[in-house]
């Protein structure tokens, strides 16, 4: 380690935590390739109405389930749709889900789980109750069983899956209220005389705020695979439109005719998948102030 | 230890209250009215309010759901509006399947993932700890449905060397039960076996940092004893209860496997249900899972307290 190395972690006072952090992000291998791994698809997905593509709806009776050539990079499917073009603008409906679901069960989850490590008492017995309940049914179950009552639809499955994570961000948010909230610097504000809200905003969430972050990452994981599996079992995304999840469901039926079809849409989920878990890994490892 | 059981079933009691209320209420979320698809084309006024009568779908809704509780408690969870069987029979013939499904997949899981983990443990910062770290990653982030797919693609359209799909109760006939078996117990235990790979490795190096670990090798304990004998036994403890957790979990993800290699079992009874809006199969599943789940917690925490000397000890 030199010299300016060792000043600057002896005086780190002046540095911001969140510059000290992206820092320690960008030395962790495995969190930049997940990070460029997402940035990649997340490109894909917002440039994909300029790129020289197939219509992914548009269907084609002289080019049936053809294998990948220079015309048709990864092939086409049963009704003579570009899988390439598909699997481009599925990556939207699938980022959207992970992005979306996630951001229900945060804005519904962390407030509920603020409220509830916050104020305690009976509020607090009545969420934690209802929470346990929830976490003691299996996720996928959950948001099969939602899903099926809410109607199949891409807009449902996020609620869906957003509805069933819920309960997570909840635990952890009320167990992190409940860790920090006893420091002197609460104690200091409230002697000061800030009331409740301003408290919980501007002292207990900053400070709860990084593994609600790692959280995120991974759930956006899990939501990712729900989505898919949602859209895979008929309950997601509904044809014609573009999922990976849903053009697994038709490739499993041509699977000895048309192998390719069934490849490339797996590999993506595959891939995004691993993206955020590397990312969230690599968060976890980047915002632990015991290793700071 | 009895008085410990019993705390924790009361506790268990409040959760099966809020589950069941959340099961009913799914019912009501429903856009369409089941009576009028159950009236048939004519839609008889008389025979629309019979079956409202029936279903006692004129009461206030809160007595609705005391009587539907009432029945479940009795075992009743309804009638499959598709088959007319009860929801509970139904349930006690699918769920052999899956429990045979997911002992089968536990066994993969522990097979792989135990030893892997062990070895990443004591190999810690090496080449093999690197690679068994991206292989748990890989099976926690690749989708089992598409796992599955890929290896019918392989083992079966390929090579053919096993059926892609089919059942076979294991007791009248083991070897082609195991046989159609094995490949969807692969899939769904691989996520898991990567769970139990990182825990098992964490567990492990906690143990090997302790005190006794560096007396043991002070005093010269062969290096393999360590291993198995005094850190291994140590660091299964979380292990065991993970094992009796991730049960739980097996059955929801036994819903894709299931369907993937069309196994009749509690999965694919769930999805079926769904998609013939036989909506009584559905809150019954959802019910039994969350039991078993509720069970399964149960089961952790009682190995935990039993496997731990300590935790009696407090008891």
Not at chain 2, 6 to 25: E, N, Y
Not at chain 2, 158 to 186: C, H, N
Not at chain 2, 222 to 228: D, F
Request: aromatic residues 10%.
């Amino acid at each position: 380690m030199t010299m300016l190395q060792q000043t600057l972690q002896i005086a780190p006072q002046h540095v911001r935590s969140g510059n000290r952090a992206w820092r320690k992000l960008k030395a962790n291998k495995s969190a930049v390739v997940g990070l460029v791994i997402i940035i990649f698809f997340v490109a894909l997905a917002v440039i994909a109405p300029l790129l020289p593509i197939a219509d992914p709806m548009a269907t084609s009776w002289s080019a049936i389930r053809k294998a990948p050539s220079a015309a048709h990079w990864l092939g086409t499917d049963d009704i003579g749709r570009d899988i390439l073009s598909r699997m481009i603008w599925g990556a939207r409906a699938s980022l959207m889900a992970g992005v979306f679901s996630v951001g229900i069960a945060v804005a519904i989850g962390v407030p509920l789980g603020l409220i509830s490590g916050y104020f305690g008492g009976w509020v607090d017995m009545i969420i934690s109750r209802v929470t346990e309940a929830f976490l003691a049914m299996p996720f996928l179950i959950m948001a099969i069983a939602l899903a099926a009552f809410l109607g199949p639809s891409l807009f449902n499955a996020m609620i869906a899956i957003g509805l069933s994570a819920m309960p997570l961000f909840v635990r952890l948010t009320r167990g992190q209220v409940l860790s920090v909230k006893t420091e002197e610097y609460v104690e200091g504000a409230r002697s000061i005389g800030l009331g409740h809200y301003q408290i919980i905003t501007r002292y207990i969430l900053p400070n709860v705020f990084s593994p609600l972050l790692v959280q995120a990452s991974l759930t956006i994981a899990t939501a990712i695979i729900a989505e898919a599996s949602l859209s895979f079992l008929g309950l997601g995304q509904q044809p014609p439109a573009p999922s990976w999840g849903s053009m697994l469901n038709v490739a499993k039926n041509f699977l000895s005719q048309a192998p390719w079809m069934a490849m490339w849409p797996g590999a993506a989920i595959f891939l995004v998948v691993i993206g955020f878990n590397l990312l969230g890994d690599g968060l976890r490892d980047a915002l632990d102030p015991r290793e700071a | 230890m009895y008085t410990y059981i019993g705390k924790r079933l009361l506790l268990a009691i409040p959760t099966l209250i809020i589950i069941s209320i959340f099961a009913f209420s799914l019912q009501k979320l429903l856009p369409g009215d089941p009576i009028l698809a159950m009236a048939g084309e004519e839609r008889d006024p008389q025979v629309i309010e019979f079956l409202r009568d029936k279903y006692r779908l004129n009461d206030p809704v809160v007595y609705q759901y005391v009587y539907w509780v009432g029945a479940v408690v009795q075992g009743d969870f309804g009638i499959s509006l598709r088959t007319n069987q009860p929801v509970l029979s139904l349930i006690a013939e699918k769920l052999p399947v899956t429990i045979q499904l997911a002992i089968m997949a536990m066994i993969f899981a522990l097979a792989i993932g135990v030893p892997i983990g062990i070895l990443a443990a004591v190999k810690k910062n090496t080449w093999i700890d690197y690679i068994a770290n991206i292989v748990a990653l890989s099976g926690l982030s690749v989708p089992n449905f598409w796992m599955g797919i890929m290896l019918i693609l392989l083992v079966s359209v390929k090579l053919g060397w096993l059926p892609a799909s089919g059942y076979e109760p294991f007791f009248s006939d083991p070897v082609r039960s195991l046989q159609t078996m094995i490949m969807p117990a692969f899939v769904l235990g691989l996520a898991l076996a990567a769970t139990l790979m990182r825990h098992t490795r964490s567990s492990m190096l906690s143990v090997l940092r302790s005190d006794y670990i560096r007396t043991a090798r002070a005093k010269g304990v062969s290096e393999q004893a360590v291993i198995l004998q005094h850190s291994f036994r140590n660091a299964l403890l979380p292990i065991v209860t993970l094992t009796a957790l991730l049960f739980g979990e097996l059955l929801a993800g036994a819903v894709l496997t299931e369907q993937i290699f069309t196994i009749p079992g509690f999965g694919k009874l769930i999805v079926d249900a769904v998609f013939n809006r036989d909506y009584a199969v559905v809150q019954g599943v959802v019910l039994c899972t969350a039991i078993g789940f509720i069970l399964m917690n149960l089961v952790a925490d009682v190995l935990y307290v039993l496997l731990n000397p300590r935790m009696r000890a407090a008891l």
